[in-house]
Each structure stands twice: as C-alpha cells, then as structure tokens.
C-alpha cells in the first residue's frame, strides 16, 4: 500500500455525489496542526469506466477550473455510468493563489511527477494522483491553458499511440472533444514513459490520456470557455459515461505537429506580428523586441524558422533572453486537403 500521508474525506468506493477535500498534513505557524484542503469530488453510478478530470494542475489555468466547477454541480448520481472524480484545482496552493507553482514550495506540479510523499506539498500531491488516483483510472483528462504568460487556442494534445487500439481510443477522443486544433506529438506516452508530468503519470499506470491548452494569458474566454464545456460532455459521453448527452454535429479538428518553439534571445518589450491560428513563412518576420529605454536603438527583428501556424503565442510585453515568444506548428502530412 502507498505510504501517502494525504487523507481523502470521500470513499472511491462508495455510490453517488460525494465532496470533500485530500487532506495534506501541513504544520505552520499559524497552524500547528494543520493541513492543505485539495478539493475533490466523485460521482459514481452502475458499471463503466473511472475517469479523472482535473483542472488547477497549473494554478493560473482557469477554463478547466470553472468548466469541472459547472460540471459537478449540474451532473446527477443517475446521469453517470462508472465513476467521475474530479479535482478542481490539483495543486490547491498555486490555484488559489493564481499562479503558475506553488506559492509554499514554488512547486510546479505538472514537473513533479512521480512525487515523492514525504517531499514537499506539490511533490505530496503528485505522489498521491500517480500511486493513489491514476491506479483507479480508466481515463485521464487533464485541462491546461497557457497560463499567464502565453495563449493558445483551444488545442488538445495526445499521443499517437503505441499500438493500434490506443491509436483508434486517442483519435475518438480527439474528434469527441472536437477542438479547431490537435497537437498530436510525435513520441511518447505509454508505460514506461519517464515525463514528470500527469500525462506521464497517467502513462505509467494505464490510463487512456489527453490533455487540453485552453486559451491563456491568465484570463477566462468565454468562447473557449463553452467549447471546453461542450468538449468534456462530449468526452464523457463517447466513453459511455453520460448516455443520456445528445452530441451536436461535429466541426472538426486540424491535426499538427509542433515544429518548435521562437525564443527571446533579448530583452525588452515584445511586439507579436502574429496572432495564435495566423499562418507563418521560414523567414518571415513574426515579431520584434523593441527597446523604449533607449528609443534610438533598432528593435530586434523575430522570424520564424519554421513554415506553418503560429500556435501558443506569448502574452506578456516584457521579455528577456530564455523566454518562449511563439511556438509554431505544422499540419500532419497525411491529413493536408
Ligand atoms: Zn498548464
């Protein structure tokens, strides 16, 4: 049995809409006993999968926040088949401080994985989602945004698959959730997969995983916002989780691959000439850096290396050198019309 010292207030095993919190012993001044509330729900009803959704794995991440927020509140024992846990806000401490790591240990939970249980909180949390959570799973679907600092479209993001059953799962899943785009990598995933993150972790335990970048910049969109609550119904309802959900017709997904990422190599303010979706030439300038500190100096000019769209975008001004400007993508061949 894992040696985790965090305490669920529900029981995995028992039916119907269960709330509470993982209690993570937490001992401070303020609180000699005390403890980090995780938030944690579950809806379990008759036979079918376990499925983990989870939002908050990056606290500055909010359209899956609200969208599982909504989801648990409106679902019913009787609209589920299996069991639904949901954890809002994964690393509690930087969802409620809104931001990216952690604010107790400057954690960032979606590089800690496998954890460690006697670690520090993020890395307790992690531990506790791979060795207690993701045995449990079936599925694992994990909301992301860009966060503070970039924007993406809505963007699911999978691998491709490592036999042809996985290949055909990942590829509903896709058209389920039915974003305008897919980041397919072009590796990864699987059992013995060594990424420190939650798909990872998900991997490593067998359970089927996609993952989501929904919008960016620290801020919520309402037109994301719908498709990522459309796109979780959908899901759930292509696993057979939600029978009675009535799809609406597909609008399809564009299928990329990454080409790679346009970094600062300076700093200053960042002027972008490209906007997340606009198509983008080898060559083509797609941004500059400008320098109003000495307003006599020629800004820096930014290219693209790469033919293709611009995918995530940078959303804060000031750069330095080290930071992720662009990140460029490609249509997968065999898809191009
Ligand atoms: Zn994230």
Redesign the pocket.
């Known amino acids: 049995m894992t040696e985790t010292l965090i305490r669920s207030e529900i029981d995995f095993a028992a039916d119907g809409k269960h709330h509470g919190f993982l209690r993570l012993p937490h001992s401070v001044h303020r609180s000699a006993y005390g403890w980090i509330p995780v938030p944690i729900v579950m809806i379990k009803n008759a036979d079918g999968p376990t499925v983990l959704l989870m939002a908050g794995?990056?606290g500055d991440?909010y359209e899956g926040q609200i969208a599982l927020t909504k989801l648990f509140r409106e679902l019913n024992t009787a609209d589920i088949r299996g069991r639904l846990i949901i954890m809002t806000m994964a690393n509690y401490p930087a969802a409620e401080a809104g931001t990216r790591v952690s604010p107790i240990d400057a954690g960032n939970l979606?590089r800690l994985f496998p954890g460690d249980p006697r670690g520090t909180p993020t890395q307790a949390i992690a531990h506790y989602i791979e060795d207690v959570l993701m045995p449990m799973c079936d599925y694992f679907f994990d909301f992301?945004?860009g966060?503070s600092s970039l924007l993406y479209p809505a963007t699911l993001l999978r691998c491709p698959g490592h036999t042809p059953e996985e290949r055909a799962k990942l590829l509903a899943l896709q058209k389920a959730f039915d974003a305008p785009y897919a980041w397919v990598f072009s590796g990864g995933g699987g059992p013995s997969t060594k990424a420190r993150t939650a798909m990872g972790a998900a991997g490593r335990k067998g359970a089927t995983t996609i993952m989501a970048e929904l919008g960016g910049g620290g801020t919520v969109s309402k037109p994301i916002l719908d498709l990522t609550e459309r796109g979780i119904k959908r899901l759930l309802h292509s696993i057979g989780m939600l029978p009675a959900y009535q799809p609406d017709a597909a609008r399809g997904t564009r299928e990329l691959h990454v080409s790679g990422s346009v970094d600062a190599y300076d700093s200053g303010v960042f002027e972008p000439l490209k906007e997340p979706g606009d198509t983008v030439g080898q060559g083509e300038q797609i941004g500059a850096i400008h320098h109003p500190e000495e307003p006599w100096r020629d800004p820096v000019t930014i290219c693209s290396p790469y033919d293709g769209i611009a995918l995530a975008k940078r959303f804060m001004g000031r750069v330095q050198r080290g930071d992720c400007l662009y990140q460029i993508a490609t249509d997968i061949e065999e898809n191009k019309q």
């Open positions: 794995n990056h991440e979606n992301h945004s966060g």
